[in-house]
């Protein structure tokens, strides 16, 4: 008797068992998977964050509209993502694994320019679709790879705005405070560039991420008699930096980047020292746009912070991925996809995304200034200058 | 240009002597137990977190944050001292590479508990400027010079003047001997890895306000508190202190004629130089190979 009833229960745990088995099979079949490489932990794990927090509400949004229809078939969306930590050879093996291994139709992400570029090889390689979403260094697009694509403005782009202000302004010699990577040296390469021929540069200095002392710096900016202070790195350096030169008395007009125009900025300093700073913004949270304000709301709803650049372009690139999907009518085929991402013209968050022959969007920049009253306005374009609250 | 030399000069102290404090802190372990404890650069980041915890959680009060952080990685270091080193005692290597394996446990334990976002450790108090001449310096920078010559005088008088400090120099000297004459040569370890858990605490809680908290804050202590054992001369806890301060200055001041991505480059080429000549660092003492 004890035999048989142990049998019975072996069957039901048996049919149980294999029908646990065969349900993620059956769901498996409805799902697509879009491959995503970021920094979930290491110097790079803050922009991470909120580069995750687009993506995923991205998928969120996606979901709650039935998901993403591709071939007549519709499909929820999932992401597999994988943590490169700022290193390249660690986003070089995330890359590999998600094309050979987990197969996915189209990677998205990644934050840093040096990981990308040792990143992008690697889906051409293997025939994958890669879309950027943060990293700024202009040559990434301009390495003739096919497969590469990004949507966020490049260093070359965002200073392109910057300069024409700096130039009208007279703000010489002018000074640079950059992170030695690509970001900080790509950014200090556009600026010099793009500025008026002959223009004064009164000190360029560089430091590695992770730094936090900028106090040498302030003494060379200061011997160099400098106007104005561009400091091409994000947040937490950014008010170190400013934090330091303000402490040590230095009266220099302060030039910053996207990351140094969010109300979490202003919280990490205060309106005092900040007043009157410019930088150059490619999603500025408050500005009078629907597109723009109907983005931050969801994000503000959902994290219960203000939306972050890097969290719209982010958003941008999981939706585009989405498009091509739609557009390719297949979940799997990588390269119908790659065909459809060089024909997309995508309404975004961020403004209207086509790619050009280098795989380059090109999304609205804007400049902004910080108001003594802690709030900001809109400076550029010209089309959408406003007042204290708008920036 | 006087004028920047004085500053950097002083900018390079401050920096030094949170080079003296990772510094000391690892030359006591190395020169007891014989173990370079890479895990000390992310124990003096722990430390400054729990400064912070304390300081915006419970007391608010700076001084009270920096001796309960000393306490609280005084237990850390009492838990890590016997479930990582104590185990591994016969086995150096071992204990390397566990130190290693420390500094990834740490700092991916913080990004766990606090978030990867930096942290602000803002005191009111020592944020406040102090002008000398038209040069401005904040509180913190002439506090963090300030306690650091109190630890290193408080330091060196217990190792001289203290029976106990006498029996860490025995241990250090050589433990064998040390047992033979009666010295409790585990305790010697313990309380030696307390003391250097506190200069960790206290290093990382000076530093944090006047810059950041974040996950690899100690990176950089750690590799240049290294560096300054090497300028000293490893075993010399004099040697630690000029040669942490020495590469603070170093650093600082060299900026003024060199591009300041070539600082680090302009530190260590120093040192080589320095080692070239004298093998033994600046103060170590030449002593023979044993057999």
């Known amino acids: ?391 | 240009m006087l004028l920047a030399v004085a500053e950097q000069v002083l900018n390079g102290l401050m920096l030094g002597s949170i080079y003296v404090f990772v510094a000391l802190g690892m030359m006591l372990i190395y020169g007891v137990m014989h173990v370079l404890n890479f895990a000390h650069g992310a124990l003096f980041m722990l430390g400054g977190y729990c400064a912070h915890l304390v300081f915006t959680q419970a007391i608010g009060n700076y001084a009270l944050a920096i001796l309960a952080a000393i306490v609280m990685l005084i237990a850390v270091g009492a838990v890590i001292e016997r479930t990582v080193f104590a185990p591994l005692r016969d086995n150096l290597r071992n204990q390397v590479i566990a130190s290693l394996g420390l500094v990834l446990f740490i700092e991916n334990l913080v990004v766990v508990l606090w978030g990867p976002n930096a942290l602000q450790f803002r005191i009111e108090t020592t944020q406040a400027v102090v002008s000398l001449g038209v040069l401005r310096f904040r509180v913190q920078h002439l506090l963090i010079i300030g306690v650091c010559a109190l630890c290193v005088t408080a330091l060196f008088l217990f190792l001289q003047r203290t029976r106990f400090g006498t029996a860490i120099r025995a241990v250090a000297q050589n433990p064998r001997a040390a047992l033979v004459v009666g010295i409790d040569v585990v305790r010697v370890h313990r309380v030696t890895f307390a003391i250097s858990m506190a200069l960790a605490a206290i290093g990382g809680a000076l530093l944090g306000p006047l810059f950041l908290l974040f996950p690899q804050m100690g990176d950089l202590p750690l590799v240049k508190g290294l560096a300054g054992i090497l300028l000293g001369g490893m075993g010399s806890i004099g040697g630690a202190v000029v040669g942490g301060l020495l590469i603070g200055v170093i650093e600082a001041v060299s900026t003024l004629v060199i591009a300041t991505d070539y600082r680090d480059a302009v530190t260590f080429t120093a040192i080589v130089l320095v080692l070239l000549l004298r093998p033994q660092g600046l103060f170590g003492v030449r002593t023979r190979e044993e057999a």
């Open chain 1, 1 to 391: 008797m004890t035999k048989i009833v142990r049998r019975a229960a072996l069957s039901v745990l048996a049919v149980g068992a294999a029908l646990a088995g065969f349900t993620p099979i059956a769901a498996a079949q409805d799902r697509v998977t879009i491959g995503v490489l970021t920094a979930l932990s290491g110097p790079l794990a803050a922009p991470g964050r909120f580069q995750m927090n687009g993506i995923n509400l991205a998928v969120e949004d996606a979901n709650a509209q039935g998901g993403v229809e591709i071939g007549g078939r519709r499909y929820q969306v999932e992401i597999k993502v994988y943590d490169t930590r700022g290193n390249p050879a660690e986003g070089a093996s995330a890359m590999q694994r998600l094309t050979t291994v987990d197969r996915v139709p189209v990677v998205i992400g990644e934050l840093s320019s040096g990981v990308a570029a040792a990143v992008a090889p690697i889906a051409a390689d293997n025939e994958v679709p890669f879309i950027l979403t943060v990293p700024t260094g202009p040559n990434l697009t301009k390495a003739n790879n096919r497969w590469l694509f990004r949507v966020n403005a490049h260093n070359d782009q965002l200073s392109q705005a910057l300069a024409d202000f700096i130039s009208r302004q007279g703000w010489q010699p002018l000074a640079y405070i950059a992170w030695n990577n690509d970001a900080g040296r790509g950014g200090v390469q556009s600026m010099s560039r793009l500025l008026p021929q002959g223009w004064r540069i009164g000190y360029t200095g560089f430091f590695n991420v992770g730094e936090v002392d900028f106090s040498a710096h302030v003494t060379n900016i200061r011997n160099a008699g400098a106007r104005a202070v561009m400091l091409f790195m994000d947040e937490e350096p950014g008010s170190l930096a400013i934090a330091q030169i303000k402490a040590a008395g230095l009266d220099v007009q302060l030039i910053g980047t996207l990351a140094m125009g969010s109300d979490r900025f202003l919280r990490r300093l205060d309106a005092q020292r900040l007043n009157g700073m410019v930088q150059y913004n490619a999603f500025p949270p408050n500005a009078a746009v629907p597109r723009i304000q109907g983005f931050s709301q969801r994000y503000r709803a959902k994290f219960n912070e203000e939306a972050h650049g890097f969290a719209a372009q982010s958003y941008d690139g999981l939706m585009v991925a989405l498009a091509a999907l739609r557009a390719a009518g297949s979940a799997t085929d990588a390269r119908r996809v790659r065909e459809a991402l060089t024909r997309i013209d995508h309404e975004g968050v961020t403004g209207r995304l086509r790619f050009d022959a280098e795989g380059q969007a090109s999304p609205p920049v804007y400049v902004t200034q910080w108001c003594a009253d802690g709030r900001r306005r809109i400076l550029y374009p010209a089309d959408v200058v406003a007042d204290c609250g708008a920036g």
